[in-house]
Protein backbone atom coordinates (compact mmCIF):
# COMPACT_ATOMS: atom_id res chain seq x y z
CA UNK A 1 0.00 0.00 0.00
CA UNK A 2 2.55 2.67 0.67
CA UNK A 3 4.78 1.52 -1.61
CA UNK A 4 1.96 2.30 -4.13
CA UNK A 5 1.41 5.61 -3.32
CA UNK A 6 4.50 6.49 -2.98
CA UNK A 7 5.08 5.51 -6.72
CA UNK A 8 2.03 7.42 -7.34
CA UNK A 9 3.12 10.67 -5.55
CA UNK A 10 6.66 10.25 -7.50
CA UNK A 11 4.38 10.01 -10.78
CA UNK A 12 1.92 12.91 -10.42
CA UNK A 13 4.87 15.22 -8.69
CA UNK A 14 7.55 14.93 -11.92
CA UNK A 15 6.96 17.93 -13.84
CA UNK A 16 6.22 17.80 -17.53
CA UNK A 17 4.83 14.40 -16.75
CA UNK A 18 1.28 15.70 -16.59
CA UNK A 19 1.64 17.86 -20.00
CA UNK A 20 3.19 14.40 -22.22
CA UNK A 21 0.28 12.47 -20.68
CA UNK A 22 -2.12 15.50 -22.12
CA UNK A 23 -0.17 15.23 -25.00
CA UNK A 24 -0.10 11.90 -25.57
CA UNK A 25 -4.06 11.95 -24.85
CA UNK A 26 -4.45 14.24 -27.32
CA UNK A 27 -2.65 12.17 -30.33
CA UNK A 28 -4.26 9.43 -29.28
CA UNK A 29 -7.62 10.62 -29.60
CA UNK A 30 -6.66 12.41 -32.62
CA UNK A 31 -5.08 9.58 -34.61
CA UNK A 32 -8.43 7.83 -34.56
CA UNK A 33 -9.49 10.73 -37.24
CA UNK A 34 -5.88 10.79 -39.40
CA UNK A 35 -6.68 8.55 -42.12
CA UNK A 36 -10.43 9.90 -42.42
CA UNK A 37 -8.94 13.03 -42.48
CA UNK A 38 -6.47 12.30 -44.81
CA UNK A 39 -3.54 13.34 -43.00
CA UNK A 40 -1.34 10.31 -43.46
CA UNK A 41 1.51 10.13 -46.38
CA UNK A 42 3.71 7.97 -47.21
CA UNK A 43 7.34 8.64 -48.30
CA UNK A 44 9.35 5.67 -49.89
CA UNK A 45 13.34 5.54 -49.83
CA UNK A 46 15.58 3.58 -52.24
CA UNK A 47 17.30 0.53 -51.35
CA UNK A 48 20.30 -0.16 -53.48
CA UNK A 49 21.91 -3.15 -54.48
CA UNK A 50 25.80 -3.10 -54.07
CA UNK A 51 26.22 -6.36 -56.27
CA UNK A 52 24.39 -4.80 -59.15
CA UNK A 53 24.26 -1.18 -57.89
CA UNK A 54 20.64 -0.76 -58.84
CA UNK A 55 17.75 0.52 -56.74
CA UNK A 56 16.25 -2.90 -55.70
CA UNK A 57 12.86 -1.59 -54.13
CA UNK A 58 11.72 1.29 -52.14
CA UNK A 59 10.98 1.00 -48.14
CA UNK A 60 7.30 2.45 -47.39
CA UNK A 61 7.73 4.94 -44.45
CA UNK A 62 4.59 6.70 -42.73
CA UNK A 63 3.97 10.25 -41.73
CA UNK A 64 1.77 12.24 -40.26
CA UNK A 65 0.87 15.86 -41.03
CA UNK A 66 -1.08 16.85 -38.00
CA UNK A 67 -3.27 20.09 -38.49
CA UNK A 68 -1.61 21.62 -35.19
CA UNK A 69 1.11 20.18 -34.17
CA UNK A 70 2.52 19.98 -37.92
CA UNK A 71 4.84 16.89 -38.78
CA UNK A 72 5.34 14.23 -36.32
CA UNK A 73 7.58 11.42 -36.33
CA UNK A 74 6.10 7.36 -36.80
CA UNK A 75 8.60 6.81 -33.62
CA UNK A 76 6.34 9.12 -31.82
CA UNK A 77 2.75 8.24 -33.12
CA UNK A 78 3.74 4.61 -34.16
CA UNK A 79 3.49 3.33 -30.26
CA UNK A 80 0.67 4.83 -29.26
CA UNK A 81 -1.28 3.74 -32.36
CA UNK A 82 -0.41 0.33 -31.21
CA UNK A 83 -1.22 0.73 -27.47
CA UNK A 84 -4.88 2.50 -28.80
CA UNK A 85 -5.65 -0.44 -31.61
CA UNK A 86 -5.13 1.92 -34.50
CA UNK A 87 -2.33 0.38 -35.88
CA UNK A 88 -4.40 -2.29 -37.32
CA UNK A 89 -6.45 0.19 -39.70
CA UNK A 90 -3.36 2.21 -40.09
CA UNK A 91 -1.09 -0.71 -41.17
CA UNK A 92 -3.39 -2.08 -43.42
CA UNK A 93 -3.86 1.56 -45.10
CA UNK A 94 0.04 1.33 -45.34
CA UNK A 95 0.38 -2.13 -46.79
CA UNK A 96 -2.56 -1.70 -49.36
CA UNK A 97 -1.25 1.81 -50.22
CA UNK A 98 2.28 0.85 -50.64
CA UNK A 99 1.37 -2.36 -52.59
CA UNK A 100 -0.61 -0.10 -54.92
CA UNK A 101 1.87 2.03 -55.16
CA UNK A 102 4.46 -0.32 -56.48
CA UNK A 103 1.47 -1.85 -58.77
CA UNK A 104 2.19 1.32 -60.96
CA UNK A 105 6.01 1.34 -61.24
CA UNK A 106 7.32 0.17 -64.69
CA UNK A 107 9.69 -2.19 -63.36
CA UNK A 108 9.40 -5.04 -60.65
CA UNK A 109 11.29 -3.69 -57.73
CA UNK A 110 10.27 -4.44 -54.04
CA UNK A 111 8.02 -2.72 -51.64
CA UNK A 112 9.48 -3.14 -48.38
CA UNK A 113 6.38 -2.91 -45.61
CA UNK A 114 7.17 -2.40 -41.77
CA UNK A 115 4.79 -4.15 -39.91
CA UNK A 116 3.86 -3.44 -36.29
CA UNK A 117 4.30 -6.42 -33.55
CA UNK A 118 0.71 -5.80 -32.93
CA UNK A 119 -0.45 -6.83 -36.74
CA UNK A 120 1.61 -9.94 -36.46
CA UNK A 121 0.11 -11.35 -33.76
CA UNK A 122 -3.35 -10.87 -35.10
CA UNK A 123 -3.41 -14.69 -35.99
CA UNK A 124 -5.58 -13.38 -39.34
CA UNK A 125 -2.90 -11.44 -40.79
CA UNK A 126 -1.83 -14.21 -43.70
CA UNK A 127 -4.98 -14.15 -45.01
CA UNK A 128 -5.34 -10.02 -44.88
CA UNK A 129 -1.91 -9.90 -46.40
CA UNK A 130 -2.98 -12.44 -49.64
CA UNK A 131 -6.38 -9.97 -49.40
CA UNK A 132 -4.25 -6.94 -50.17
CA UNK A 133 -2.30 -8.77 -52.59
CA UNK A 134 -5.47 -9.48 -54.38
CA UNK A 135 -6.88 -6.74 -54.36
CA UNK A 136 -4.34 -4.70 -55.35
CA UNK A 137 -2.51 -7.20 -57.97
CA UNK A 138 0.82 -6.91 -56.64
CA UNK A 139 2.78 -10.37 -57.07
CA UNK A 140 3.77 -11.82 -53.85
CA UNK A 141 7.27 -12.01 -54.72
CA UNK A 142 7.36 -7.94 -54.86
CA UNK A 143 6.55 -7.54 -51.00
CA UNK A 144 9.00 -7.74 -48.54
CA UNK A 145 7.46 -7.43 -45.00
CA UNK A 146 9.74 -5.50 -42.31
CA UNK A 147 9.57 -6.88 -38.64
CA UNK A 148 11.53 -6.49 -35.95
CA UNK A 149 12.68 -8.70 -32.73
CA UNK A 150 9.90 -7.39 -30.54
CA UNK A 151 7.21 -9.38 -32.28
CA UNK A 152 8.77 -12.15 -32.05
CA UNK A 153 10.14 -12.32 -28.75
CA UNK A 154 6.20 -11.75 -27.33
CA UNK A 155 5.07 -14.67 -28.65
CA UNK A 156 7.57 -16.43 -30.29
CA UNK A 157 5.32 -19.99 -31.15
CA UNK A 158 2.64 -17.36 -33.13
CA UNK A 159 4.66 -14.72 -34.64
CA UNK A 160 6.67 -17.78 -36.31
CA UNK A 161 3.48 -19.72 -37.31
CA UNK A 162 2.23 -16.53 -39.04
CA UNK A 163 5.97 -15.44 -40.66
CA UNK A 164 6.10 -19.30 -42.00
CA UNK A 165 2.10 -18.89 -43.62
CA UNK A 166 3.15 -15.59 -45.06
CA UNK A 167 6.73 -16.83 -46.41
CA UNK A 168 4.71 -20.01 -47.81
CA UNK A 169 2.50 -16.97 -50.02
CA UNK A 170 5.43 -15.71 -51.35
CA UNK A 171 5.92 -12.70 -49.44
CA UNK A 172 9.49 -12.03 -47.78
CA UNK A 173 10.51 -11.20 -44.50
CA UNK A 174 13.57 -9.21 -43.30
CA UNK A 175 14.73 -8.83 -39.96
CA UNK A 176 14.89 -5.00 -39.26
CA UNK A 177 16.77 -3.13 -36.74
CA UNK A 178 18.86 -5.85 -36.27
CA UNK A 179 21.35 -5.80 -33.30
CA UNK A 180 19.52 -3.61 -31.00
CA UNK A 181 16.91 -6.35 -29.78
CA UNK A 182 17.20 -9.69 -27.59
CA UNK A 183 18.75 -12.74 -28.21
CA UNK A 184 19.01 -12.27 -32.16
CA UNK A 185 21.13 -15.21 -32.99
CA UNK A 186 18.26 -16.89 -31.72
CA UNK A 187 15.68 -15.89 -33.46
CA UNK A 188 17.47 -15.60 -36.96
CA UNK A 189 18.00 -19.47 -36.24
CA UNK A 190 14.09 -20.05 -35.76
CA UNK A 191 13.49 -18.43 -38.75
CA UNK A 192 14.49 -18.65 -42.97
CA UNK A 193 14.60 -14.47 -42.95
CA UNK A 194 15.21 -13.74 -46.57
CA UNK A 195 16.78 -10.32 -45.00
CA UNK A 196 18.43 -9.16 -42.34
CA UNK A 197 18.83 -5.33 -41.99
CA UNK A 198 21.48 -4.16 -39.72
CA UNK A 199 20.48 -0.92 -37.34
CA UNK A 200 21.11 2.37 -38.69
CA UNK A 201 23.07 2.85 -35.03
CA UNK A 202 25.93 0.89 -35.82
CA UNK A 203 26.47 2.47 -39.23
CA UNK A 204 26.38 6.32 -38.09
CA UNK A 205 28.68 5.45 -35.47
CA UNK A 206 31.11 3.39 -37.42
CA UNK A 207 32.97 6.39 -37.87
CA UNK A 208 33.96 7.28 -34.55
CA UNK A 209 33.65 3.91 -32.40
CA UNK A 210 35.76 1.18 -33.68
CA UNK A 211 33.42 -1.17 -31.79
CA UNK A 212 30.26 0.03 -34.00
CA UNK A 213 32.09 -0.44 -37.19
CA UNK A 214 33.47 -4.19 -35.86
CA UNK A 215 29.61 -5.26 -35.64
CA UNK A 216 28.76 -3.88 -39.01
CA UNK A 217 31.22 -6.26 -40.07
CA UNK A 218 30.56 -9.35 -37.36
CA UNK A 219 26.95 -9.12 -38.77
CA UNK A 220 28.05 -8.92 -42.49
CA UNK A 221 30.24 -12.62 -41.51
CA UNK A 222 27.45 -14.02 -39.66
CA UNK A 223 24.73 -13.31 -42.84
CA UNK A 224 27.22 -14.91 -44.90
CA UNK A 225 27.68 -18.13 -43.03
CA UNK A 226 23.54 -17.91 -42.52
CA UNK A 227 22.93 -17.74 -46.29
CA UNK A 228 21.16 -14.74 -45.74
CA UNK A 229 21.31 -11.10 -47.57
CA UNK A 230 22.67 -8.36 -45.42
CA UNK A 231 20.91 -5.03 -46.08
CA UNK A 232 22.51 -1.63 -44.00
CA UNK A 233 20.29 0.87 -42.92
CA UNK A 234 22.03 4.53 -42.47
CA UNK A 235 24.43 4.93 -45.15
CA UNK A 236 25.18 8.78 -45.41
CA UNK A 237 28.45 8.96 -46.19
CA UNK A 238 30.91 7.79 -49.08
CA UNK A 239 33.59 6.14 -46.39
CA UNK A 240 30.37 4.46 -44.94
CA UNK A 241 29.82 3.00 -48.45
CA UNK A 242 33.34 2.14 -49.00
CA UNK A 243 33.44 0.07 -45.67
CA UNK A 244 30.08 -2.02 -47.03
CA UNK A 245 31.12 -2.51 -50.54
CA UNK A 246 34.90 -3.56 -48.88
CA UNK A 247 33.23 -6.19 -46.42
CA UNK A 248 30.90 -7.76 -49.51
CA UNK A 249 27.44 -6.10 -48.13
CA UNK A 250 24.36 -6.46 -49.91
CA UNK A 251 22.26 -3.91 -50.18
CA UNK A 252 22.33 -0.23 -48.26
CA UNK A 253 19.91 2.44 -47.62
CA UNK A 254 20.34 6.05 -46.64
CA UNK A 255 20.64 9.63 -46.76
CA UNK A 256 23.63 8.91 -49.39
CA UNK A 257 21.39 7.75 -51.69
CA UNK A 258 18.24 9.39 -51.27
CA UNK A 259 15.87 10.72 -48.41
CA UNK A 260 12.57 9.39 -47.96
CA UNK A 261 10.69 11.21 -50.78
CA UNK A 262 8.08 10.88 -53.34
CA UNK A 263 6.22 7.75 -54.24
CA UNK A 264 8.48 6.61 -56.81
CA UNK A 265 5.01 6.64 -59.58
CA UNK A 266 4.87 10.46 -59.29
CA UNK A 267 8.67 10.70 -59.61
CA UNK A 268 7.89 8.41 -63.19
CA UNK A 269 5.06 10.47 -64.42
CA UNK A 270 6.68 13.88 -64.33
CA UNK A 271 9.75 12.81 -65.81
CA UNK A 272 7.70 11.57 -68.68
CA UNK A 273 6.79 14.95 -69.36
CA UNK A 274 10.18 16.41 -69.68
P1 LIG B 1 12.85 1.71 -39.74
O1 LIG B 1 11.90 0.76 -40.36
O2 LIG B 1 14.11 1.14 -39.21
O3 LIG B 1 13.13 2.78 -40.88
C1 LIG B 1 14.36 3.42 -41.10
C2 LIG B 1 14.38 4.79 -40.49
O4 LIG B 1 15.68 5.37 -40.69
C3 LIG B 1 13.41 5.78 -41.14
O5 LIG B 1 12.98 6.67 -40.12
C4 LIG B 1 14.29 6.49 -42.15
O6 LIG B 1 13.78 7.77 -42.50
C5 LIG B 1 15.57 6.60 -41.35
N1 LIG B 1 16.75 6.74 -42.20
C6 LIG B 1 16.95 6.27 -43.45
N2 LIG B 1 18.17 6.55 -43.91
C7 LIG B 1 18.79 7.24 -42.92
C8 LIG B 1 20.10 7.83 -42.80
O7 LIG B 1 20.94 7.77 -43.70
N3 LIG B 1 20.39 8.46 -41.62
C9 LIG B 1 19.48 8.55 -40.61
N4 LIG B 1 19.84 9.20 -39.50
N5 LIG B 1 18.24 8.00 -40.69
C10 LIG B 1 17.90 7.36 -41.84
P2 LIG B 1 11.45 7.11 -40.00
O8 LIG B 1 10.87 7.26 -41.39
O9 LIG B 1 11.40 8.26 -39.08
O10 LIG B 1 10.76 5.85 -39.34
C11 LIG B 1 11.11 5.47 -38.03
C12 LIG B 1 10.55 4.12 -37.70
O11 LIG B 1 9.11 4.17 -37.64
C13 LIG B 1 10.84 3.04 -38.73
O12 LIG B 1 12.16 2.55 -38.56
C14 LIG B 1 9.78 2.03 -38.40
O13 LIG B 1 10.17 1.24 -37.31
C15 LIG B 1 8.62 2.92 -37.99
N6 LIG B 1 7.67 3.04 -39.11
C16 LIG B 1 7.70 3.88 -40.16
N7 LIG B 1 6.64 3.66 -40.98
C17 LIG B 1 5.93 2.63 -40.43
C18 LIG B 1 4.74 1.92 -40.80
O14 LIG B 1 4.11 2.14 -41.84
N8 LIG B 1 4.32 0.93 -39.93
C19 LIG B 1 5.00 0.63 -38.78
N9 LIG B 1 4.52 -0.33 -37.99
N10 LIG B 1 6.13 1.27 -38.43
C20 LIG B 1 6.59 2.25 -39.24
MG1 LIG C 1 11.98 -0.71 -41.65
MG1 LIG D 1 15.35 -0.26 -39.31
MG1 LIG E 1 13.70 1.40 -36.59
Redesign the pocket.
Known amino acids: RAKESLSENICYYEPGMDERARHRRQLANDLRHALARDELR ?2 Y ?1 PQRSLKTNKVSGY ?4 RWHHPRFGLI ?3 EF ?1 PIAEQTGE ?1 MR ?2 EW ?1 LRAACAEAVRWKWDGKIA ?4 PV ?1 LLKPDLPERVTNILLETGLSPRRLEL ?1 I ?1 ETAIIADKARALHSLRRIKASGVSVAM ?2 FGTGYSSLDTLHSFPFDKI ?1 I ?2 SFL ?1 RAEQSEQAGTIVRAVLALGKSLGIPVLA ?4 TESQLALLVREGCDEA ?4 FG ?2 GEAPSMIAYRASFQ
Open positions: ILQEALLSPAIIIGVVNLSQETDDKDKLEGVEQGYYKP
